[in-house]
């Protein structure tokens, strides 16, 4: 079956330092995967996706997600987080081969960035 | 451009009403989505339309729920006797690419559903 980890109910950063949000999957073949984000009060907003090809994805707002294979994550990091990310961020993926349309989400991440 | 829309923001029914939620999509997304999604969870699928016809409804939690896209473009949630438990925002999202390739889903905010 289909699943999706996202290990931490919530993340702390400093601002200024380097975030990550980690995500693991288990699908039967290859996987689309993506992160959305979520605001208060607002609906979930497309980050970035990881289709095929090369493994670090990069996406909006200075996101960037890698797909690693082996180990069947696909983390999402930045730089230098803002206080501006705070917010719910969700992990999503499919089964590329699998006829069933549903993408499968992981319980979200709570990202708080303290200035 | 418009993005996808929902109405109402809100919904507060009693419990055994019946309630219609609306999913305007992005013009031109063929693909259409519904989820619902409670505090401290991820999406919980529950049917997906390609054009006019519901393509999986796998995810309707039972007879209650129905939902129709009938030209295509506009779709409607339609819960009866509603309980206590369906109280939760329900989120729509469209994709131009349908959902059997890797397109991107847009969400509409949500509708907050509460039943008394």
């Known amino acids: 079956a289909q699943s999706v980890a996202q290990p931490e109910d919530q993340v702390n950063v400093a601002e200024g330092n380097p975030l990550t949000v980690k995500c693991t999957y288990s699908v039967s073949g290859n996987p689309y995967l993506f992160w959305y984000v979520q605001y208060p009060n607002r609906g979930l907003q497309f980050l970035l996706k990881y289709i095929t090809g090369d493994n670090l994805v990069k996406g909006s707002y200075g996101f960037e997600a890698e797909f690693n294979k082996s180990q069947t994550s696909f983390h999402l990091k930045k730089p230098s987080a803002l206080v501006s990310d705070s917010a719910l961020y969700f992990c999503a993926v499919r089964d590329m081969m699998d006829s069933n349309y549903q993408l499968i989400w992981g319980a979200g991440t709570k990202l708080i960035i303290k200035p | 451009g418009a993005g996808v829309s929902q109405t109402p923001s809100n919904k507060v029914t009693e419990k055994g009403k019946y309630v219609e939620l609306r999913c305007d999509p992005i013009s031109g997304h063929t693909a259409l989505y519904w989820y619902r999604q409670s505090l401290g969870q991820g999406p919980e699928f529950l049917i997906y339309?390609?054009?006019?016809?519901?393509?999986?409804d796998s995810g309707l939690p039972n007879d209650r729920f129905f939902a129709v896209r009938p030209e295509g473009s506009v779709s409607t949630l339609k819960i009866q006797r509603t309980e206590r438990g369906d109280s939760a925002v329900y989120l729509c999202?469209?994709?131009?690419?349908?959902?059997?390739?890797?397109?991107?889903?847009?969400f509409g905010p949500g509708t907050r559903l509460t039943v008394l």
């Open positions: 999202a469209s994709s131009l690419i349908p959902a059997g390739g890797p397109g991107e889903q847009f």
């Open positions: 339309f390609q054009g006019t016809g519901a393509a999986d």
